[in-house]
């Protein structure tokens, strides 16, 4: 299955990623098939191409939550906003 999501890269603590399809099997960091766009967490500058965003999903590839709630914050597209993480359940102590 292809999935649509952030690839990291730069140096340490100078984050900065692409957005790239990829096979969900294949590494993060591992050989992409697309790049589609960029994202600068820093200066906050998201830039991707939607057309070519939209032809992989009608190929069937899934976009990844992170990907989906950028373009949605940054306003490229108007889709609802996916749940990217589920925050842990603490454990009740025993009385």
């Given at each position: ?9 730069g ?43 939209e ?41």
């Amino acid at each position: 299955m292809l999935k649509i999501r952030l690839q990291r890269i730069g140096k340490k603590k100078q984050a900065h990623f692409r957005v790239a399809v990829m096979e969900h099997t294949k590494k993060p960091q591992g050989q992409y098939l697309e790049l589609l766009g960029t994202y600068d967490p820093h200066a906050k500058a998201f830039k991707a191409d939607r057309e070519r965003i939209e032809y992989w999903m009608s190929k069937g590839a899934q976009i990844s939550p992170t990907v989906n709630n950028l373009m949605v914050n940054h306003k490229v597209w108007d889709r609802p906003k996916m749940e990217s993480w589920k925050p842990k359940k603490k454990k009740e102590e025993a009385k």
